[in-house]
């Protein structure tokens, strides 16, 4: 025993001891018993979970599973309508930069599947040649999506990423493990806005090739002058708010909701190429952003809803404080994935926008009463 005698009053806890009484508050208390009973939990679930992923690990490699963890995507399309719904967006003129969109990390991953092999950039690193022990394991790992590009806009995504690579039959949806023909993903694309007048879908393609290996990239940007859905390509869109003189699309700082819709009358396409200059210089490249120039992108590792709204906050405040808002687009990415439509962390992130205001959004669930209008 220690001596110490502890009594429970109104005010808290009062501790009286050698070294004299201490009066600590309740709430403090509290929280100290609650943060003491979640390390005790830790304790015991850290082993176990890391005994699970150890074996979930070992299943998939021995056993070359590709279903392993792979979860199934919601396909209500309740969302395939946001931007168009908002009274009032056309009269505010909003800054494309100033709307909070959902959005959808290598968003053409659905289609991937392990009978296809590797992306022939891969074929003689270590993932190639481990691939035929290790497929089931590599293909859960780059199987980042389990629905379509054009379930992912139904489902109410704006910003979605591809990823793809040039095979021997053509370019493909490539994260290591390949998928799917890379036109049937731009079709999805273009089947979406030709449904849709008013929305906007921010498009960011990410071609596999790496500098020292510089040699498919730039056939990219004539290609997809070939892809059409009902007579329209997706530069066709993007003709709306640049010019055929221009050298480069306008700055994206200043580019508006009415710029690239047409005031509403069409749906709206921002094109953007990570690590542009992989592309060269051609007649399509004026259509085309920097990501790496008109965006400042943050990747978040950690799970858990709490914790990435918080995260997503602090990133934003970040920029706030630099006036960094001005220069461009805020990415906030995650590898995790939320199962319920009314989670907090895609709440957050679809309640900061133009929302807040209008009777007829269809994100009412997401609403927060912090969120200011038009920015």
């Known amino acids: 025993m220690n001596g110490n005698a502890e009594e429970k009053t109104a005010f808290g806890y009062v501790n009286r001891g050698a ?33 699970v992923i150890v074996l979930t690990v070992l299943l998939a490699v021995v056993c070359n599973d590709t279903r392993l963890g792979v979860g199934q995507g919601d396909l209500n399309h309740a969302y395939g309508t946001v931007l168009a719904n908002i009274d009032g967006i056309t009269e505010a003129n909003p800054r494309i930069a100033d709307i909070a969109m959902l959005g959808a990390h290598d968003a053409n991953m659905f289609s991937l599947s392990a009978k296809n092999g590797v992306e022939h950039t891969a074929e003689s690193g270590a993932l190639g040649k481990v691939f035929p022990l290790s497929k089931g394991l590599q293909y859960r790992m780059a199987v980042t999506q389990t629905v379509s590009p054009y379930d992912l806009l139904m489902q109410g995504a704006r910003f979605l990423q591809f990823k793809f690579s040039l ?160 220069i461009g687009l805020r990415v906030n990415q995650t590898q995790a994935a939320f199962r319920r439509r009314r989670s907090g962390a895609s709440c957050a992130v679809s309640g900061r926008d133009l929302f807040s205001n209008s009777p007829k959004n269809t994100m009412s669930p997401c609403l927060t009463p912090r969120i200011s209008a038009f920015g």
């Open 19 to 51: 070294e004299g009484t201490v009066l600590v508050p309740r709430e403090r208390r509290e929280k100290a018993e609650k943060r003491g009973k979640r390390q005790a939990l830790l304790r015991v679930l850290v082993p176990v979970l890391i005994v």
């Open 167 to 326: 095979e021997e039959d053509g370019w493909r949806a490539a994260h290591t493990v390949l998928g799917r023909q890379l036109e049937e993903d731009i079709m999805d694309v273009l089947r979406f806005l030709d449904e849709h007048p008013g929305e906007v879908v921010l498009l960011l393609f990410q071609c596999g090739n790496s500098e020292e290996d510089n040699t498919d990239c730039p056939q990219f940007n004539e290609w997809l002058a070939r892809i059409e859905y009902n007579r329209r390509t997706l530069y066709n869109y993007a003709d709306t708010y640049i010019a055929e003189g221009d050298s480069a699309p306008p700055d994206i700082a200043g580019l508006r909701y009415n710029d690239v819709t047409a005031s509403g009358e069409k749906a709206g396409l921002v094109m953007l190429q990570r690590f542009k200059e992989l592309y060269g210089t051609n007649g399509y490249t004026r259509y085309f952003y920097d990501m790496d120039a008109s965006a400042m992108h943050r990747w978040h590792s950690r799970m858990g809803s709490d914790i990435l709204i918080e995260e997503i906050d602090s990133y934003a405040n970040e920029l706030l404080n630099i006036r960094a808002h001005r």
